[in-house]
């Protein structure tokens, strides 16, 4: 099978990153949206507009994609895929504003996962144009020009997502079942 998954909010903790980066800055340290209160995809939105434009330029600053943590179980579970036997690509959609977040993402795939992963990235603002059997992101809707991908959509389970319809994966250990159930 070919397994498509996407790489913040997936395999990098975005979420994680942000909030640490906020409690750095004062006038957002009082102001933090804990995860489990995460309502919007896009994390901005669950600020206060006045807050926005700040909290924004958090993931526009450079090195901010490259120090990002690794989700847990994520890695165990790509390399586990590959065991089995699976083709893998990472398919991540670059910012707009894509100055540091392009590089850096290719940066992050190096250490966390090898030099040999970096060509596994597949960059794409449209992901349903992309061929695969799966694909794995935790955006709630992954829209793009084709109505019907090819690819069958795996929720990665977020606060955020919680509408989000498709088969779900909680925890990266289980993605085997997962996998089969859908
Ligand atoms: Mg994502």
Known sequence: M?????????????????????KRIPELRDKIVEYKDRVNFSAVKDYPE?????????????????????????RKALFEMLEDGHEVRICTAPLTNYRHCVLEKFEWVEEHLGHDFTKRIILA??????????????????????????????????????????????????????????
């Open 125 to 182: 603002r449209d992901k349903t144009v992309i061929r695969g059997d799966y694909l794995i992101d935790d955006k709630p809707v992954v829209e793009g020009s084709y109505d019907s991908p090819l690819w069958k959509r795996i929720v990665f389970d977020c606060p955020y997502n919680k509408s989000a319809v498709g088969i779900r994966l909680v925890d990266w250990s289980n993605w085997r079942q997962v996998l089969k159930g859908g």
């Open 2 to 22: 070919m397994i498509l998954t996407d790489q913040d909010g997936v395999l990098a903790d975005f979420e994680l990153g942000l909030r640490d980066a906020c």
């Open 50 to 74: 006045h807050l926005r434009s700040r909290v924004a330029s958090i993931y526009h600053r450079p090195r901010f994609f490259r120090n990002l943590k690794m989700v847990s179980g994520a």
